[in-house]
Each structure stands twice: as structure tokens, then as C-alpha cells.
């Protein structure tokens, strides 16, 4: 299952820092990742304006607003958007427990890739920590379906992501990507693949006050010509179906936990992840909480029924 003997939990070596310009928001912000204790999970705190704090844990439960990013916390109050991309890097390359604090109320979205997030964590290092990773292991298939576009997850020996998309627009057309996903695929096939748009709806959405900061720097954008307008082109030649395959990480990654199982979509979004994830962790036959164990005879890795993870990734 490319489970290591040693799973253990791990967090960063030190704390990183970065700074952009939020897509929808337009507005400077600065974020910084410290590491974290076992069994904590991925916790924001935003940082008002007066000085005072509030605290957001990473999980579909905190969930509050699926418009174009994902959303914790209240879209009309205190809230942290855009959440996708950092947490695709984070569940990627497995880093389980860190506070993250942000001045803004949206991530950064810096080269609209998750690229910039990788070489950070990369640049400090990931550090093992002494307590046992636990997964979500997918035990039987949860469908869902929303016209035309459908969600499900599958019994998988391996955490694997089945992605289609379908659009009207020659420049994408259908495309379909699938892979088992480990740490080095990640960095290498599917963290530089940047979120898209297209020119048509940039006056719509200036004006409903999203896209604010969104520009050929930070997005992939298809021409009223219905080709690639961005000088250099595209990173991947299917690079379309690699971001929605980077956001669907991100948003699963509200599981509280990485599952070990198949996800599949197609013309999915972040409405139909948040969804199918709500409809799999309602469903405690679907599901069992395991962690890395060691047989008494031999090397061989097993997986092993575990209490719940103290942050309950179900509870929604």
C-alpha cells in the first residue's frame, strides 16, 4: 500500500513564512507555519485587525462556503478562504500536525499553484514525530451525483484520485488524469499546475467581488479566442485536469485524516468534494480509522483498527 513500517506522524522542522496577494480578495496577506504537537491536525489562527485571534482546525466540519475556494469559517465573518491549494500540499507530502497563522482572511495564492508551499516545507525540512499516523480506509463505495457531475469513493489499496473534467472550451476540452499519489509524484506532476479561468468572466466576477487579484501571474486564463493567453503556455500539457486533481486533494484533505482508497470524479468542484466527503464520513459502515501496525512474526506492515484521532475528522 506504500505504507512505511515507520508511519509516524510528522510536523515541520521550523517555522517558514510567506507572503502574496489573496485571487479573490486582492489584498496582501502573510502566513506563517510552526510546527505542532502529535494528535494536534491543522489549525489556523486568524489574526484580527484589533489583535485578537480565532482559531480554525482543517475539517470538513468548518467547512462554510464552497464559492470558486473552500471556505473555513464564516464567509461573512471571520473566515480563511482558499484553503485548497496549502492543504493539497500539506496531505501530499504528509505533514499532519501544524498552526498556521494568517493576518488576511484568504491564503495567499502566490503563483497559483500549490509549487510555492512545497518549497517552502521542503526548504525547512519535515521532522518524524513519536506518535502512529492514522488513515481513513475507505471499506465500501459512497456515491453521490449533481446533474451531470458525480463523486464517489472506492476500496483502494493506496490513496489514488481518478479526475475528469469536461468543458465546452476547445482550449480544455475532456481530459482525465489518475494517479496513486505519494510525496515525490506530487512535487514532480502535480503540485505546479495552477487554477485557471477564463477572460469571459472576469468583468462577472469583478463585479460579485471575487477574482480581485487574479492575474496572468497566478492563472492559467483562456482568451475570448478560447486559447491560452499566458506568454509561456501551459506547464502540462493536461495541466487543466492536474489543478482540479490539486484542489480535490486540498478538499479532501478536510477528512482530518489521509484516506487510503479510491476518489473519483467527473466535473467535479469544490461543492461536489465537500459533499461526497460529508456523505463518507456520515456513513460509519463506509469508513474505519487505521493506523500502521507491526506483525508478531516478521516485518510485514499491517493495518490495525484504532480508537478514534482526537480531532474526529467524522464529526460533521
Not at 70 to 76: E, K, Q, Y
Not at 239 to 260: Q, Y
Request: aromatic content about 8%; glycine content about 10%; hydrophobic content about 40%.
Amino acid at each position: 500500500m506504500g505504507i512505511d513500517l515507520h508511519d509516524y506522524q510528522t510536523t515541520l522542522n521550523s517555522r517558514v513564512s510567506l507572503s502574496g496577494t489573496g485571487v479573490h480578495s486582492g489584498k496582501t496577506v502573510s502566513i506563517h507555519f510552526s510546527p505542532a504537537d502529535p494528535d494536534t491536525g491543522i489549525v489556523f489562527t486568524r489574526v484580527l485587525g484589533n489583535g485578537e485571534t480565532v482559531e480554525m482546525r482543517a475539517l470538513v466540519a468548518e467547512v462554510g462556503g464552497t464559492d470558486l475556494s473552500t471556505i473555513l469559517g464564516d464567509p461573512a465573518g471571520v473566515h480563511v478562504a482558499t484553503v485548497e491549494h496549502l492543504l493539497a500540499a500539506l496531505s501530499s507530502l504528509r505533514i499532519d500536525n501544524l498552526a498556521i497563522e494568517i493576518d488576511g482572511n484568504e491564503v495567499p495564492v502566490l503563483d497559483g499553484s500549490a509549487g510555492p508551499f512545497v518549497e517552502a516545507f521542503d526548504q525547512v525540512g519535515i521532522k518524524q514525530q513519536a506518535v502512529k499516523r492514522r488513515y481513513i480506509r475507505i471499506v465500501k463505495p459512497v456515491r453521490i451525483e449533481s446533474g451531470a457531475s458525480w463523486a464517489e469513493f472506492r476500496p483502494h489499496d493506496g490513496t489514488r484520485f481518478e479526475i475528469e473534467i469536461d468543458f465546452d472550451s476547445p482550449a480544455i476540452g475532456r481530459q482525465f488524469y489518475a494517479a496513486n499519489v505519494t510525496p515525490d509524484l506530487f512535487r514532480k506532476d502535480i503540485a505546479r499546475a495552477r487554477t485557471f479561468g477564463f477572460m469571459k468572466d472576469v468583468e462577472r466576477l469583478w463585479a460579485a467581488g471575487y477574482a480581485l487579484g487574479s492575474s496572468l501571474e497566478n492563472s492559467v486564463v483562456i482568451g475570448d479566442d478560447d486559447r491560452v493567453i499566458n506568454m509561456e503556455g501551459l506547464r502540462y500539457s493536461n495541466e487543466f485536469v492536474r489543478h482540479k486533481m490539486l484542489d480535490a486533494m486540498g478538499d479532501l484533505a478536510l477528512a482530518g485524516a489521509r484516506f487510503i482508497g479510491c476518489f473519483r470524479s467527473y466535473r467535479g468542484g469544490h461543492r461536489l468534494n465537500a459533499t461526497a466527503l460529508r456523505r463518507l464520513l456520515s456513513d460509519r459502515s463506509a469508513f474505519e480509522i487505521v493506523e500502521t501496525g507491526r506483525r508478531e512474526s516478521g516485518r510485514k506492515a499491517e493495518m490495525i483498527a484504532v480508537n478514534a484521532p482526537v480531532y474526529a475528522p467524522w464529526a460533521i
